[in-house]
C-alpha cells in the first residue's frame, strides 16, 4: 500500500512569487491535513480537508489556502511569498477522525 | 483551548540505558494523545496512540507510554534505547471528534555510543 506523497520534496522561491505544493494521501484515506514545522513555531496546523470540503482551518493568513479534489488529493498554495514562509509543509491523510495520520516526507521550502 | 508541553527539549542518553520523555496536556474534555518520531529528513511517524481503554499502550518497538488522566499527561518510555532511536518525538493531542492535532515543540533524543 503506497504511503501519503508529497510533491515536490524541496522547492526554492523567490518574495513576493507563489507556490502549489501536492498531496496524494493513501488510497482510501478521505481526510487531507497540511501542517507547518518551522524550528522556532514547531508543528502548526494549516487546514484540513474531507471529501472536498474545508473541515478545519488553523490560524494562518489568507495567502495560504488549499483545495482537495474529487480522488482526495490535495493541493495547498502559498500567495505573495514571504521569507517566513520558509518551512518544512507536511501532509497527512487519515481514513476519517484522529485514528492516527499518517504523514507524507514533506516539501521543504526556502524563500529568498 | 488544547494544548501540549513537551518539559525537556533534549535528551541525551547512553546507549542502553532506560529513557523518559514527558508530555503534559491541557484540554477541558476528553483526548485521543499520539506520540510520532521524526527521523532527519523525513516525515512524522506514528509511535503509538491512546484512545481508550488501557491506559498503558505500546509500541512494536520497544517503546510504551501511559495515560494518566489526574496527572494530564502521557510520558513515553523505553527501558533500554539504541543509536537507532536518535530522532526527534512529538507529543500530540486531538479532543475526541473532529478536531485537529496539537503537537508538542518536539524532544530531541540523542544516543549515545
Known amino acids: 500500500k503506497a504511503g501519503v506523497t508529497q510533491t515536490p520534496r524541496y522547492l526554492i522561491k523567490t518574495r513576493g512569487q507563489q507556490v502549489t505544493l501536492s498531496c496524494s494521501p493513501i488510497?482510501?484515506?478521505?481526510?487531507v491535513s497540511w501542517y507547518q514545522q518551522t524550528p522556532g513555531q514547531g508543528l502548526q496546523f494549516l487546514f484540513e480537508y474531507f471529501s472536498e470540503t474545508q473541515r478545519n482551518k488553523g490560524n494562518f493568513p489568507g495567502r495560504f489556502s488549499g483545495r482537495q479534489f474529487s480522488n482526495s488529493r490535495s493541493e495547498m498554495n502559498v500567495s505573495t511569498l514571504e521569507l517566513g514562509d520558509s518551512a518544512l509543509y507536511l501532509c497527512?491523510?487519515?481514513?476519517?477522525?484522529?485514528?492516527?495520520?499518517?504523514f507524507g516526507s514533506g516539501t521543504r521550502l526556502t524563500v529568498v | 483551548a488544547q494544548s501540549v508541553t513537551q518539559l525537556d527539549s533534549q535528551v541525551p542518553v547512553f546507549e542502553e540505558a532506560p529513557v523518559e520523555l514527558r508530555c503534559n496536556y491541557s484540554s477541558s474534555v476528553s483526548v485521543y494523545l499520539f506520540w510520532y518520531v521524526q527521523y532527519p529528513n523525513q516525515g512524522l511517524q506514528l509511535l503509538l496512540k491512546?484512545?481508550?481503554?488501557?491506559?498503558l499502550v505500546e509500541s512494536i518497538n520497544g517503546f510504551e507510554a501511559e495515560f494518566n488522566k489526574s496527572q494530564t499527561s502521557f510520558h513515553l518510555r523505553k527501558p533500554s534505547v539504541h543509536i537507532s532511536d536518535t530522532a526527534e518525538y512529538f507529543c500530540?493531542?486531538?479532543?475526541?471528534?473532529?478536531?485537529?492535532?496539537?503537537f508538542g515543540k518536539g524532544t530531541r533524543l540523542s544516543v549515545i555510543a
Open positions: 497527512a491523510s487519515s481514513a476519517g477522525g484522529p485514528y492516527g495520520y499518517t
Open positions: 500530540a493531542v486531538s479532543e475526541r471528534g473532529n478536531t485537529p492535532l496539537v
Open positions: 488510497s482510501g484515506h478521505r481526510s
Open positions: 491512546y484512545l481508550s481503554g488501557s491506559t
